[in-house]
């Protein structure tokens, strides 16, 4: 499947941006769910975006919509979370993960085999 890894997390002030990216060793992300999660200490992993990148279809988490954008860049072999107006409740790490589909942010907390290792973000006012 290739291993998926996380880049771009770091410490940033309350109101400002981070963007993150994932990318897949040796494999296109083609016709397939990439899905960004995150984990704050002692909380559930939510789901936080996700994109089916046949159509580049956008599904958003409740808490982020509106402030964070997830893209496809064919030419890097990335997709991205673009996230702005953070807030300190956006702190947790990151992780993204590869289905067939997009199913439920539930659906695939619970049936995604690949994840990559995460990476930090940390939100301080």
């Known amino acids: 499947q290739g291993q998926l890894m996380e880049s771009g997390g770091g410490s940033v002030q309350v109101g400002g941006s981070l963007r993150l990216s994932c990318s897949r060793d040796?494999?296109?992300?083609?016709?397939?769910?990439v899905a960004w999660f995150r984990q704050a200490p002692g909380k559930e992993r939510e789901g936080v975006a996700a994109?089916?990148?046949?159509?580049?279809?956008?599904y958003y988490g409740d808490s982020v919509k509106g402030r964070f954008t997830i893209s496809h860049d064919n030419a890097a072999n990335t997709v991205d979370l673009q996230m702005d107006s953070l807030k300190r409740e956006d702190t947790g790490i990151y992780y993204c993960?590869?289905?067939?589909?997009?199913?439920?942010?539930?659906?695939?907390?619970?049936?995604?085999?690949?994840w990559g290792q995460g990476t930090q973000v940390t939100v301080s006012s």
């Open positions: 040796g494999y296109e992300f083609k016709n397939i769910c």
């Open positions: 994109i089916a990148t046949e159509f580049d279809l956008t």
């Open positions: 993960t590869v289905a067939r589909a997009c199913g439920t942010w539930r659906h695939m907390r619970l049936s995604n085999q690949y």
